[in-house]
Structures are given as structure tokens and as C-alpha cells.
């Protein structure tokens, strides 16, 4: 059998589970659709929100299943009336048709692909970034507070909102950890990309002997729980208040402002001082909780996705060293996709677009292989 017989044949296969594919979807959507016509439904608004929101997902592969159906049968007769038909004029126009037919077939195809690839739910949410420091001295406190301008110029760029929950400042410059809450559309299914280790290969500025060292600073990106999604008991909850501190530890205000939190079976501590107010820090210190707390149960969901998938693009493994920055050579490197970029600058500066746009790319093509194959 020659190459293009077997091409052929993968892509009639292909063509097969995606029909099916879209069939299960038409009769998702149709089943959703009798369901919110039901008085017991409407009336229960949290399902029918839910009900809704599944709705709208499935409309665009709903109607993309209707032109494939439709385009299929317009080839076939374009195919039938060149082989029985005997009037050239008539072949001559059903072969442009065609060749018209298998063109859109074509865009049809990769718009289908695309809209297969399976949407993970915590894509559209907020989220928590925390930076911390790691191995590397003061020179990783110094990093931890580069990644932070990086990421802070990245979020105002894209329109979206940042708001510290907690800050520790590093003796020489930069942070021993800082976290911080961002709000916009579709925030956590970009910055997920962005959990694990990153390395620093440069001159410090504390080194005076002009040697290259390695230092470390670790991101998390956690999806915002909202509270249905996570149940905390206030039982469940160690409230403490104290005097919020600066740098060195010196008290910065003498009233108890400051928050702590222990989560008592998770074991889990949040602090807040930023706010002056205690119902503010609080607030901000629940968000985080709550983000931490789901996230254990989200990292479970994680470990099995990354069982499957090679690349691991986006599974959270915070110990994984995921992006290195050499500042001599003036290049990023994305061990993940084997991807090296020389304009470092600009990635500091906060262009981290086309790092990100490469890794969605290499994740979607992942979930795809999934999907069909």
C-alpha cells in the first residue's frame, strides 16, 4: 500500500471517531436542552447555571457537526455525478465544486480538532501566584523579586488585575516569598504554565569575584476556589492575630492586624499582613486557604494527567525545574519543549507571550493525541 492509500486511510479513521465524537456531543447538547426546559430545574439556579454554562460550551461543536454533515454529502454527490455523469460541462462543474467541497473540508478538519481538544474547567478562573525563594542566598531573594516585576508586567499587559495578599522582602533586595491573587479572563489557564522551579546563571550583584552562580526561586500557580467549590468549617479553622512586620522582623504597627491561619487537618498555615485592616487580611488570608486547600484535591486530578503525558506541560509539579535564565548568553531555555529563546531582556521585561503561546501549543497537541488519536 503507497504512502498517500495510507494517509487516506488515517484520515477516513480519523474522520470516523471525530463524526462519532460530535454525535455524542449533539446528543449531550439535546439532553441539556430538554433539561432546562424542566420546571424543577429552573427553579434549582446553581444546576441550572451549570446546565447552561455546558450548554454554551457545546454549541460551537454542535454546529460544526451540522457543516460537517452537510459538506460529507456534498462531496459524495460531487463524486457521484463525475463518475456517472457524461455531459463534460456537468463533470468540468462538479469537480470544481469539489475541489471547493474538499478545500472547506480541510479548514472544517482543523477547526474540529481544535474544539475537540478537552477544556480543563479551571481554565477560566483567577488565580493565586506565590514566588518563593530558593537555593541560592540572597541572590534568590534578588530573583524571586525579578520573576515578580516579570510576571507583574506580563498581567498589566494583558489588562488584568494584580493584588498582593502577603510579601516578605529579602535582606539585599527582592522577596524571601510574595503572593499574590490576579483577576481577568482566562487567568489561570495561561499563568498555570508558570508552577515549578526557575533557575538564575548570572554574576550576582552581592559578588564581587565577577563568577557565574545558579540560584533557584520556585512559582506556584494555584486556580481560585470559589466556596462552593471548596467546604471549610470555621471549627476546622486556628485563628491568630498579630503585630504585621517589616524587614529584619522590626514591627511595623503596633495593632494586631495581622492574620494567621491553620487549617487543623490539612495542617495547612497562611499569614496576611498587608492590609492595615484585620477584616481585609483575613479576607485575603480565606482566599488563600481556600486556593491551597483545593489545590490538593486538583493535584490528584493533576498526577493522573501527567501519567499519561509525556511533555508534563502544565501538571503543577512545583520540585520539576522547568526554566532556566543565563544572563551571559542572554537566553531562556523551557526544558519542557526543549525551547531556547535569546531575548532575555524582553522575557524579563514581561514578554513571555510567545513562551506561553508555544506551551499551549504543546499541551493542546497532547490532549489532542488523547482525544483522537
Known sequence: MGHSAIQAELSSENQNIMLEKLEEFKQQYEEIEQKMSDPDIIT????????NKDYKELKPLVEAYHQYKELLSNIESA??????????????MAKDELQEFNAKKEELDEKIKYLLIPKDPQDSKNAVMEIRAGTGGDEAGIFAGDLYRMYSKYIENKGWKKDVISSTEATQGGFKEVIFNVEGEEVYGTLKYESGVHRVQRVPQTETQGRVHTSAASVAVLPEADEFDVDIKDSDIRKDTFCASGPGGQSVNTTYSAIRLTHEPTGIVVSCQDEKSQIKNLNKAMKVLRARIYEMEYQKYMAEIASKRKTMVSTGDRSAKIR?????????????????????????????EEIIDKLQTAENAEKLKETIG
Open 44 to 51: 434549582d439556579q446553581k444546576r441550572f447555571i451549570k446546565l
Open 79 to 92: 463524486k457521484e455525478i463525475i463518475k456517472k455523469e457524461s455531459d463534460d460541462e456537468f463533470v468540468k
Open 324 to 352: 532556566t535564565y543565563n544572563y551571559s548568553q542572554g537566553r531562556v531555555t523551557d526544558h519542557r519543549i526543549n525551547l531556547t529563546l535569546y531575548n532575555l531582556q524582553n522575557i524579563i521585561d514581561g514578554d513571555l
